[in-house]
């Protein structure tokens, strides 16, 4: 199978918000988050990634559920765990649901989730949303223990957390990639499924590429970025193209 790719349209959500966060609804709101996912499936996008904060800064309740209605790819919800997010993630019924840590100060999703520390609340969230269709991730810092944690809580998958190996250059990334490849290692012999996101460009991307058994990256801040210069269609193809250079899938 050949590395898929997630694309998360959270910041198309930013863009809408920074201008139309009191006006949603109205005739004028733009960019529409639905065609943003319609043209990232069409450009290729194996799923759309979106998350749902508790502080509603991008995505709104209103998109996840009509994006759950007219995307015809999967849906990744990321969502910290709490009761409010999860009672919507069990009505919405994504593909996939990705845990994430989650404090309202942060710019973007700080460090991976502690999985060992809150091993019986997780169990019991992952075991409902399992139950009702949607396949669970974890997303961790490339920590055993936290990988050793999510098997043990029942968990599908797991997204390894690439901010620290994108933020890093050098002897420092190579590292940082060492420890991703270690966890990834120890996840599929456990029975995971390894995924991998945040940070990620297509000029990191090589770097990464020692580090097996990927099956899907999610990748959202630049392809956003870079779709302001050649548009989300060429952004998603240029990932696309980048991917195809990984060999272990
Ligand atoms: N995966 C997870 C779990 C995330 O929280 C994020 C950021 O929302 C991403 C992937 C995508 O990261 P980036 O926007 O840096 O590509």
């Known amino acids: 199978m050949s590395l898929h790719l997630g ?5 198309v959500a930013t863009l809408r918000q920074a201008r139309y966060r009191t006006m949603l609804g109205a005739h004028n709101v733009e960019p ?8 990232a499936e069409s450009a290729g996008a194996h799923s759309i990634t979106i998350h749902l904060r508790a502080d509603r800064r991008h995505i709104v ?15 990744n919800l ?3 765990n709490t009761p409010e997010i999860l009672g919507i993630a069990l009505q919405v019924k994504p ?8 404090n309202r100060e942060e710019v973007t ?3 991976g989730l502690d999985v060992l520390g809150q091993k019986d609340l997780l169990r019991a969230s992952v075991s409902q949303l399992e139950a009702n269709g949607t396949r669970v991730s974890m997303f961790i810092d490339p920590d055993l ?9 029942g968990a599908s998958m797991i997204e390894l957390h690439t901010g620290t190996f994108a933020n890093e250059l050098g002897e420092k990334r190579s590292h940082e990639a060492a420890r991703l490849k270690a966890a990834a290692e120890l996840g599929h012999s456990l029975g995971l499924q390894i995924n991998a996101g945040h940070g990620l460009t297509t000029t ?7 580090v097996p058994h990927l099956s899907e990256l999610n990748i959202g801040h630049s392809i956003v970025a870079r779709s302001v210069f050649v548009g989300l269609r060429a952004a998603i193809q240029e990932m696309l193209e980048a991917m195809k250079g990984y060999t272990h899938a």
């Open 95 to 102: 593909h996939f649901v990705c845990m994430v840590p989650e």
């Open 7 to 11: 694309v998360n349209i959270d910041h």
């Open 109 to 111: 999703t700080e460090g």
């Open 145 to 153: 223990d936290q990988v050793r944690a999510s098997a043990e809580i």
């Open 78 to 80: 990321e969502m910290g």
């Open 32 to 39: 529409s988050i639905l065609q943003a996912a319609l043209e």
């Open 204 to 210: 990191n991307l090589p770097e990464l590429f020692i």
């Open 61 to 75: 309740d209103e998109d996840v559920y009509l994006l759950r209605r007219e995307i015809g790819t999967m849906m």
